[in-house]
Protein backbone atom coordinates (compact mmCIF):
# COMPACT_ATOMS: atom_id res chain seq x y z
CA UNK A 1 0.00 0.00 0.00
CA UNK A 2 1.76 3.53 -0.98
CA UNK A 3 2.13 5.95 1.98
CA UNK A 4 2.28 10.07 2.20
CA UNK A 5 0.26 12.70 2.54
CA UNK A 6 -2.98 12.10 -0.23
CA UNK A 7 -4.45 15.25 -1.44
CA UNK A 8 -8.06 14.32 -0.81
CA UNK A 9 -9.24 17.83 -0.89
CA UNK A 10 -7.65 18.42 -4.35
CA UNK A 11 -9.36 15.21 -5.56
CA UNK A 12 -12.99 16.17 -4.34
CA UNK A 13 -12.81 19.42 -5.64
CA UNK A 14 -12.07 18.86 -8.99
CA UNK A 15 -14.30 15.59 -9.12
CA UNK A 16 -17.15 16.98 -7.72
CA UNK A 17 -16.95 19.56 -10.57
CA UNK A 18 -17.31 16.95 -13.18
CA UNK A 19 -20.12 15.54 -11.53
CA UNK A 20 -22.08 18.94 -11.82
CA UNK A 21 -21.26 18.59 -15.42
CA UNK A 22 -23.22 15.25 -16.31
CA UNK A 23 -26.13 14.57 -17.94
CA UNK A 24 -29.31 15.67 -16.34
CA UNK A 25 -31.94 13.08 -16.42
CA UNK A 26 -34.00 16.02 -18.60
CA UNK A 27 -31.02 15.85 -21.12
CA UNK A 28 -31.61 11.69 -21.46
CA UNK A 29 -34.77 12.51 -22.35
CA UNK A 30 -34.42 14.84 -25.09
CA UNK A 31 -31.77 12.29 -26.16
CA UNK A 32 -34.49 9.50 -27.01
CA UNK A 33 -36.14 11.56 -28.61
CA UNK A 34 -33.15 12.15 -31.40
CA UNK A 35 -31.09 10.32 -34.24
CA UNK A 36 -27.81 9.00 -34.00
CA UNK A 37 -26.70 11.89 -35.65
CA UNK A 38 -28.15 14.23 -33.60
CA UNK A 39 -26.55 12.50 -30.54
CA UNK A 40 -23.76 13.25 -31.54
CA UNK A 41 -24.12 17.01 -32.41
CA UNK A 42 -25.85 16.78 -28.65
CA UNK A 43 -22.66 16.09 -27.46
CA UNK A 44 -20.24 17.97 -29.72
CA UNK A 45 -22.01 21.20 -27.44
CA UNK A 46 -21.17 19.15 -24.35
CA UNK A 47 -18.10 17.72 -22.60
CA UNK A 48 -17.81 15.27 -25.14
CA UNK A 49 -16.73 18.06 -27.49
CA UNK A 50 -13.08 17.16 -27.91
CA UNK A 51 -13.71 13.55 -28.46
CA UNK A 52 -16.14 14.10 -30.95
CA UNK A 53 -14.24 16.30 -32.95
CA UNK A 54 -11.33 13.79 -32.88
CA UNK A 55 -13.28 10.65 -33.95
CA UNK A 56 -15.58 12.72 -36.14
CA UNK A 57 -13.45 12.06 -39.53
CA UNK A 58 -12.64 8.27 -38.85
CA UNK A 59 -16.33 7.01 -37.66
CA UNK A 60 -19.84 8.01 -37.83
CA UNK A 61 -23.00 7.55 -36.37
CA UNK A 62 -23.54 5.08 -33.67
CA UNK A 63 -19.76 4.02 -33.59
CA UNK A 64 -18.88 7.09 -33.54
CA UNK A 65 -20.45 7.75 -30.50
CA UNK A 66 -19.92 4.71 -28.94
CA UNK A 67 -15.90 5.78 -29.44
CA UNK A 68 -16.09 8.85 -28.47
CA UNK A 69 -17.79 7.33 -24.84
CA UNK A 70 -15.45 4.89 -24.38
CA UNK A 71 -11.89 7.93 -25.04
CA UNK A 72 -13.89 10.28 -22.93
CA UNK A 73 -14.81 7.60 -19.87
CA UNK A 74 -10.72 6.35 -20.07
CA UNK A 75 -9.72 10.19 -20.36
CA UNK A 76 -11.86 10.99 -16.99
CA UNK A 77 -11.02 7.92 -15.26
CA UNK A 78 -6.95 8.79 -16.07
CA UNK A 79 -7.50 11.79 -15.00
CA UNK A 80 -8.43 10.56 -11.64
CA UNK A 81 -5.23 8.36 -11.37
CA UNK A 82 -3.55 11.10 -12.33
CA UNK A 83 -4.34 13.78 -9.73
CA UNK A 84 -4.75 11.32 -6.45
CA UNK A 85 -1.21 10.84 -4.62
CA UNK A 86 -1.09 8.62 -1.44
CA UNK A 87 -3.26 6.67 0.03
CA UNK A 88 -6.67 7.97 -2.13
CA UNK A 89 -4.90 7.04 -5.36
CA UNK A 90 -4.35 3.45 -3.69
CA UNK A 91 -8.01 3.32 -2.81
CA UNK A 92 -9.33 4.45 -6.48
CA UNK A 93 -6.59 2.63 -8.12
CA UNK A 94 -7.96 -0.63 -6.71
CA UNK A 95 -11.59 0.36 -7.82
CA UNK A 96 -10.74 1.27 -11.01
CA UNK A 97 -9.02 -2.02 -11.56
CA UNK A 98 -12.23 -3.15 -12.91
CA UNK A 99 -11.37 -1.70 -16.72
CA UNK A 100 -8.13 -3.47 -16.25
CA UNK A 101 -9.90 -6.45 -15.56
CA UNK A 102 -12.12 -5.51 -18.93
CA UNK A 103 -9.51 -5.06 -20.98
CA UNK A 104 -7.80 -8.23 -20.27
CA UNK A 105 -11.04 -9.99 -20.48
CA UNK A 106 -11.71 -8.03 -23.74
CA UNK A 107 -8.50 -8.90 -24.99
CA UNK A 108 -9.22 -13.37 -24.35
CA UNK A 109 -12.55 -13.11 -25.77
CA UNK A 110 -11.44 -11.37 -28.77
CA UNK A 111 -8.12 -14.18 -29.10
CA UNK A 112 -10.61 -16.98 -28.32
CA UNK A 113 -13.17 -15.85 -31.65
CA UNK A 114 -9.74 -14.68 -33.50
CA UNK A 115 -10.95 -11.03 -33.37
CA UNK A 116 -8.86 -9.13 -35.21
CA UNK A 117 -6.51 -6.40 -32.59
CA UNK A 118 -7.74 -3.73 -33.72
CA UNK A 119 -11.09 -4.40 -33.60
CA UNK A 120 -10.41 -5.29 -30.10
CA UNK A 121 -8.33 -2.48 -29.22
CA UNK A 122 -11.52 0.09 -30.42
CA UNK A 123 -13.39 -1.67 -27.52
CA UNK A 124 -10.99 -1.31 -24.66
CA UNK A 125 -10.92 1.15 -22.03
CA UNK A 126 -8.12 2.58 -21.14
CA UNK A 127 -9.16 3.65 -17.51
CA UNK A 128 -7.43 1.10 -15.10
CA UNK A 129 -3.85 0.70 -13.96
CA UNK A 130 -2.30 -0.98 -16.40
CA UNK A 131 -0.41 1.30 -18.70
CA UNK A 132 -0.39 1.78 -22.28
CA UNK A 133 2.31 -0.45 -23.56
CA UNK A 134 1.21 -3.98 -21.31
CA UNK A 135 -1.85 -3.07 -23.02
CA UNK A 136 -0.57 -2.92 -26.20
CA UNK A 137 1.49 -5.61 -26.00
CA UNK A 138 -1.86 -7.89 -24.73
CA UNK A 139 -3.04 -6.90 -28.15
CA UNK A 140 0.12 -8.09 -30.54
CA UNK A 141 -0.15 -11.76 -28.76
CA UNK A 142 -1.86 -14.65 -30.50
CA UNK A 143 -2.78 -17.01 -27.79
CA UNK A 144 -3.96 -17.53 -24.03
CA UNK A 145 -0.58 -18.26 -22.85
CA UNK A 146 1.03 -15.30 -24.09
CA UNK A 147 -1.33 -13.28 -22.69
CA UNK A 148 -0.56 -14.54 -18.89
CA UNK A 149 3.05 -14.12 -19.98
CA UNK A 150 2.66 -10.61 -20.75
CA UNK A 151 0.66 -9.83 -17.40
CA UNK A 152 3.65 -11.61 -15.30
CA UNK A 153 4.15 -9.55 -12.71
CA UNK A 154 0.92 -8.12 -12.36
CA UNK A 155 -1.83 -9.28 -9.85
CA UNK A 156 -3.92 -11.21 -12.37
CA UNK A 157 -0.73 -13.61 -13.66
CA UNK A 158 -1.06 -16.09 -10.53
CA UNK A 159 -4.97 -17.03 -10.81
CA UNK A 160 -5.04 -16.85 -14.29
CA UNK A 161 -2.42 -19.40 -14.48
CA UNK A 162 -4.46 -21.62 -12.31
CA UNK A 163 -7.34 -21.16 -14.28
CA UNK A 164 -5.75 -21.78 -17.66
CA UNK A 165 -5.48 -25.51 -16.87
CA UNK A 166 -8.88 -25.29 -16.17
CA UNK A 167 -9.45 -23.82 -19.75
CA UNK A 168 -7.29 -25.83 -21.32
CA UNK A 169 -9.40 -29.10 -19.80
CA UNK A 170 -12.81 -27.75 -20.90
CA UNK A 171 -12.02 -25.13 -23.70
CA UNK A 172 -14.78 -23.10 -22.04
CA UNK A 173 -13.31 -18.99 -21.17
CA UNK A 174 -15.60 -19.12 -18.07
CA UNK A 175 -12.90 -20.02 -15.35
CA UNK A 176 -10.95 -17.74 -16.71
CA UNK A 177 -13.07 -14.95 -16.37
CA UNK A 178 -13.89 -15.76 -12.88
CA UNK A 179 -10.65 -15.56 -11.98
CA UNK A 180 -10.40 -12.52 -12.99
CA UNK A 181 -13.28 -11.11 -11.42
CA UNK A 182 -12.78 -12.77 -8.05
CA UNK A 183 -9.49 -11.53 -7.72
CA UNK A 184 -10.58 -7.70 -8.70
CA UNK A 185 -12.91 -8.34 -5.50
CA UNK A 186 -10.04 -9.73 -3.41
CA UNK A 187 -7.91 -7.13 -4.15
CA UNK A 188 -11.33 -4.43 -3.22
CA UNK A 189 -10.92 -4.94 0.34
CA UNK A 190 -7.37 -6.45 0.85
CA UNK A 191 -5.70 -4.39 3.73
CA UNK A 192 -8.89 -2.33 4.74
CA UNK A 193 -9.91 -4.17 7.67
CA UNK A 194 -13.37 -3.51 9.23
CA UNK A 195 -12.71 0.06 10.05
CA UNK A 196 -15.61 1.08 12.61
CA UNK A 197 -15.49 4.40 11.58
CA UNK A 198 -14.67 7.80 9.46
CA UNK A 199 -14.31 7.83 5.20
CA UNK A 200 -12.66 4.37 5.34
CA UNK A 201 -15.36 2.40 7.04
CA UNK A 202 -17.80 4.39 4.14
CA UNK A 203 -15.52 2.80 1.46
CA UNK A 204 -15.37 -0.45 3.02
CA UNK A 205 -19.35 -0.41 3.40
CA UNK A 206 -19.66 0.76 -0.50
CA UNK A 207 -17.25 -1.97 -2.00
CA UNK A 208 -19.72 -4.62 0.53
CA UNK A 209 -22.58 -3.26 -1.18
CA UNK A 210 -21.26 -3.85 -4.51
CA UNK A 211 -20.17 -7.40 -3.63
CA UNK A 212 -23.52 -7.97 -2.40
CA UNK A 213 -25.39 -6.71 -5.50
CA UNK A 214 -23.00 -8.44 -7.70
CA UNK A 215 -24.12 -11.55 -6.12
CA UNK A 216 -27.08 -10.56 -6.19
CA UNK A 217 -27.19 -10.00 -9.92
CA UNK A 218 -25.83 -13.50 -10.38
CA UNK A 219 -28.21 -15.43 -8.41
CA UNK A 220 -30.55 -13.45 -10.25
CA UNK A 221 -29.27 -14.26 -14.04
CA UNK A 222 -28.78 -18.50 -12.60
CA UNK A 223 -32.34 -18.19 -11.45
CA UNK A 224 -33.73 -17.16 -14.44
CA UNK A 225 -31.27 -18.81 -17.26
CA UNK A 226 -32.49 -22.17 -15.36
CA UNK A 227 -28.48 -23.10 -16.14
CA UNK A 228 -27.58 -26.13 -14.30
CA UNK A 229 -24.24 -24.26 -13.16
CA UNK A 230 -23.07 -24.18 -9.60
CA UNK A 231 -23.65 -20.91 -7.50
CA UNK A 232 -21.08 -21.62 -5.61
CA UNK A 233 -18.22 -20.75 -8.67
CA UNK A 234 -19.88 -17.37 -8.61
CA UNK A 235 -20.21 -16.57 -5.14
CA UNK A 236 -17.91 -13.73 -4.03
CA UNK A 237 -16.20 -13.38 -0.93
CA UNK A 238 -16.51 -10.20 0.73
CA UNK A 239 -20.21 -9.20 1.30
CA UNK A 240 -21.93 -8.99 4.30
CA UNK A 241 -25.61 -9.60 2.76
CA UNK A 242 -25.08 -13.65 1.91
CA UNK A 243 -22.66 -16.22 2.49
CA UNK A 244 -22.17 -19.21 0.33
CA UNK A 245 -24.68 -21.71 1.16
CA UNK A 246 -28.02 -18.92 1.86
CA UNK A 247 -26.73 -17.72 -1.75
CA UNK A 248 -27.05 -21.40 -3.19
CA UNK A 249 -30.49 -21.44 -1.55
CA UNK A 250 -31.69 -17.81 -3.02
CA UNK A 251 -30.92 -18.66 -6.48
CA UNK A 252 -33.94 -21.44 -6.62
CA UNK A 253 -36.27 -18.50 -5.00
CA UNK A 254 -36.34 -15.11 -6.52
CA UNK A 255 -39.22 -13.68 -4.49
CA UNK A 256 -37.13 -15.05 -1.34
CA UNK A 257 -34.19 -13.57 -2.81
CA UNK A 258 -35.70 -9.53 -2.56
CA UNK A 259 -36.92 -10.56 0.59
CA UNK A 260 -33.61 -11.34 1.66
CA UNK A 261 -32.03 -7.80 0.39
CA UNK A 262 -35.36 -6.02 2.23
CA UNK A 263 -35.03 -7.70 5.75
CA UNK A 264 -31.25 -6.91 5.81
CA UNK A 265 -30.62 -4.22 8.30
CA UNK A 266 -28.00 -2.55 6.32
CA UNK A 267 -29.56 -1.76 2.67
CA UNK A 268 -33.49 -2.68 3.76
CA UNK A 269 -33.80 1.13 4.57
CA UNK A 270 -32.08 2.88 2.43
CA UNK A 271 -33.22 1.22 -0.40
CA UNK A 272 -36.92 0.42 0.06
CA UNK A 273 -37.62 2.44 -2.96
CA UNK A 274 -35.51 0.54 -5.36
CA UNK A 275 -36.96 -2.28 -3.75
CA UNK A 276 -40.31 -2.17 -4.45
CA UNK A 277 -39.45 -1.07 -7.77
CA UNK A 278 -37.57 -4.48 -7.94
CA UNK A 279 -41.04 -6.15 -6.76
CA UNK A 280 -42.46 -4.58 -9.88
CA UNK A 281 -40.36 -5.47 -11.95
CA UNK A 282 -40.88 -8.09 -14.45
CA UNK A 283 -38.28 -8.41 -16.52
CA UNK A 284 -34.26 -9.26 -15.49
CA UNK A 285 -33.13 -6.00 -17.07
CA UNK A 286 -35.26 -4.06 -14.97
CA UNK A 287 -34.25 -5.85 -11.97
CA UNK A 288 -30.33 -5.16 -12.82
CA UNK A 289 -31.11 -1.34 -13.63
CA UNK A 290 -33.39 -1.21 -10.30
CA UNK A 291 -29.96 -2.23 -8.61
CA UNK A 292 -27.73 -0.34 -10.74
CA UNK A 293 -29.90 2.75 -9.28
CA UNK A 294 -29.57 1.65 -5.94
CA UNK A 295 -25.81 1.37 -5.97
CA UNK A 296 -25.51 4.84 -7.36
CA UNK A 297 -27.89 6.54 -4.56
CA UNK A 298 -26.10 4.32 -2.23
CA UNK A 299 -23.03 6.02 -3.11
CA UNK A 300 -24.75 9.28 -2.60
CA UNK A 301 -25.86 9.19 0.42
CA UNK A 302 -22.19 7.78 1.51
CA UNK A 303 -20.76 10.36 -0.17
CA UNK A 304 -22.98 13.16 1.52
CA UNK A 305 -21.68 11.80 5.14
CA UNK A 306 -18.23 12.57 4.38
CA UNK A 307 -18.41 14.94 1.61
CA UNK A 308 -14.36 15.03 1.60
CA UNK A 309 -13.35 11.80 1.04
CA UNK A 310 -12.79 8.79 -1.49
CA UNK A 311 -16.39 8.43 -1.08
CA UNK A 312 -17.00 11.32 -3.26
CA UNK A 313 -14.79 9.77 -6.03
CA UNK A 314 -16.65 6.75 -6.33
CA UNK A 315 -19.90 8.25 -6.66
CA UNK A 316 -18.64 10.12 -9.78
CA UNK A 317 -16.93 6.83 -11.08
CA UNK A 318 -20.51 5.21 -10.93
CA UNK A 319 -22.49 8.39 -12.29
CA UNK A 320 -19.97 8.93 -14.92
CA UNK A 321 -20.43 5.30 -16.14
CA UNK A 322 -23.90 5.45 -16.32
CA UNK A 323 -23.95 8.34 -17.90
CA UNK A 324 -22.03 6.46 -20.53
CA UNK A 325 -24.23 3.42 -20.30
CA UNK A 326 -27.46 5.48 -20.63
CA UNK A 327 -25.68 7.70 -23.63
CA UNK A 328 -24.67 3.84 -25.36
CA UNK A 329 -28.13 2.50 -24.84
CA UNK A 330 -30.00 5.22 -26.15
CA UNK A 331 -28.21 5.35 -29.29
CA UNK A 332 -28.04 1.14 -30.15
CA UNK A 333 -31.71 1.78 -29.36
CA UNK A 334 -32.03 4.24 -31.75
CA UNK A 335 -30.20 2.84 -34.11
CA UNK A 336 -32.26 -0.70 -34.31
CA UNK A 337 -35.70 1.52 -34.11
CA UNK A 338 -36.88 0.83 -30.87
CA UNK A 339 -39.52 3.22 -29.49
CA UNK A 340 -39.07 5.86 -27.20
CA UNK A 341 -40.74 4.20 -24.21
CA UNK A 342 -38.59 0.64 -25.15
CA UNK A 343 -35.41 2.76 -25.00
CA UNK A 344 -36.54 4.59 -21.56
CA UNK A 345 -37.05 1.39 -19.70
CA UNK A 346 -33.39 0.73 -20.59
CA UNK A 347 -32.24 3.57 -18.97
CA UNK A 348 -30.94 4.14 -15.43
CA UNK A 349 -32.37 7.41 -14.38
CA UNK A 350 -32.55 7.46 -10.67
CA UNK B 1 -1.72 12.50 27.89
CA UNK B 2 -5.25 13.14 28.82
CA UNK B 3 -5.35 11.38 32.32
CA UNK B 4 -1.83 13.49 33.03
CA UNK B 5 -3.76 16.56 32.31
CA UNK B 6 -4.90 17.70 36.23
CA UNK B 7 -1.76 16.74 37.46
CA UNK B 8 0.31 18.96 34.84
CA UNK B 9 -2.52 21.60 35.54
CA UNK B 10 -1.58 21.74 39.16
CA UNK B 11 2.39 21.67 38.31
CA UNK B 12 1.52 24.79 36.40
CA UNK B 13 -0.37 26.77 38.46
CA UNK B 14 2.28 26.01 41.20
CA UNK B 15 4.81 27.08 39.35
CA UNK B 16 3.07 30.31 38.24
CA UNK B 17 2.15 30.86 41.77
CA UNK B 18 5.27 31.55 42.47
CA UNK B 19 6.68 33.20 39.63
CA UNK B 20 6.36 37.15 38.91
CA UNK B 21 4.42 37.92 36.29
CA UNK B 22 6.28 39.99 34.32
CA UNK B 23 6.73 42.20 31.21
CA UNK B 24 8.80 39.58 29.08
CA UNK B 25 6.79 36.88 29.78
CA UNK B 26 3.36 38.68 29.19
CA UNK B 27 5.12 39.30 25.83
CA UNK B 28 6.19 35.43 25.58
CA UNK B 29 2.39 34.50 25.99
CA UNK B 30 0.93 37.13 23.33
CA UNK B 31 4.07 36.01 20.59
CA UNK B 32 2.96 32.07 21.60
CA UNK B 33 -0.44 32.70 21.05
CA UNK B 34 0.25 34.60 17.44
CA UNK B 35 2.33 32.10 16.58
CA UNK B 36 0.16 28.76 17.57
CA UNK B 37 -3.03 30.61 15.69
CA UNK B 38 -1.20 31.37 12.46
CA UNK B 39 -0.01 27.51 12.50
CA UNK B 40 -3.28 26.46 12.98
CA UNK B 41 -4.39 28.98 10.01
CA UNK B 42 -1.80 27.47 7.99
CA UNK B 43 -3.31 24.06 8.52
CA UNK B 44 -7.15 24.89 7.81
CA UNK B 45 -5.59 27.09 4.49
CA UNK B 46 -4.09 23.49 3.52
CA UNK B 47 -6.81 21.78 2.85
CA UNK B 48 -9.27 24.75 1.89
CA UNK B 49 -6.68 25.96 -0.91
CA UNK B 50 -6.26 22.26 -2.24
CA UNK B 51 -9.95 21.99 -2.63
CA UNK B 52 -9.95 25.44 -3.79
CA UNK B 53 -7.07 24.97 -6.64
CA UNK B 54 -8.70 21.78 -7.88
CA UNK B 55 -12.29 23.73 -8.41
CA UNK B 56 -10.28 26.89 -10.13
CA UNK B 57 -8.56 24.14 -12.66
CA UNK B 58 -11.89 22.73 -14.29
CA UNK B 59 -13.16 26.14 -14.07
CA UNK B 60 -11.65 29.01 -13.56
CA UNK B 61 -14.65 31.14 -12.25
CA UNK B 62 -14.26 29.96 -9.19
CA UNK B 63 -11.11 31.71 -8.65
CA UNK B 64 -12.63 34.77 -6.37
CA UNK B 65 -14.81 32.57 -3.98
CA UNK B 66 -11.84 30.01 -3.94
CA UNK B 67 -9.35 32.35 -2.58
CA UNK B 68 -11.63 33.84 -0.75
CA UNK B 69 -12.70 30.67 1.04
CA UNK B 70 -9.47 30.23 1.31
CA UNK B 71 -7.98 33.19 3.26
CA UNK B 72 -10.90 32.57 5.91
CA UNK B 73 -8.66 30.62 8.46
CA UNK B 74 -6.78 34.14 8.46
CA UNK B 75 -9.20 35.97 11.12
CA UNK B 76 -7.35 33.16 13.35
CA UNK B 77 -4.23 35.35 13.15
CA UNK B 78 -6.05 38.50 13.30
CA UNK B 79 -7.82 37.33 16.58
CA UNK B 80 -4.35 36.67 17.87
CA UNK B 81 -2.99 39.43 17.25
CA UNK B 82 -6.40 41.41 19.30
CA UNK B 83 -4.50 39.49 22.71
CA UNK B 84 -1.03 41.64 21.26
CA UNK B 85 -2.93 44.73 22.21
CA UNK B 86 -4.69 44.02 25.05
CA UNK B 87 -1.50 43.25 27.14
Redesign the interface.
Known amino acids: MMRGAS?T??????VR??RAALFADEDYRKLVRMGPSGIARFMEESEYEREINELGTRFSGVDLIEYALNRNLAKHFGDLLE?SEGRIYDLVARYLRKFDVWNVKTVIRGIYTDTPPEEIRTDLIRAGELDDSTVDLLLEVDTIEDVIEVLDGTVYHDPLENASEEYEETGALIPLENALDREFYEHLLEDLGRPEEGPDAKYVEFLEAEIDFRNARNALRLARSGADLDPASYYIEGGVLFDESELSQLVADPDGLIDHIADNRRYGDRLSGAISRLRDADSLIEFEHALDAALLQYADTLSSIYP?SVSSVLSYILAKEREVENIRAIARGREVGLSESEIEEELVIL | MIENTPALANVALEAASTWEASEETALAAAALSVGLSALAAGYAERGIGAAAVGAIAEDSDNFVPGLIMTVLPETLVIFALVVVFII
Request: a positive charge.
Open positions: NEYVSARTRWV
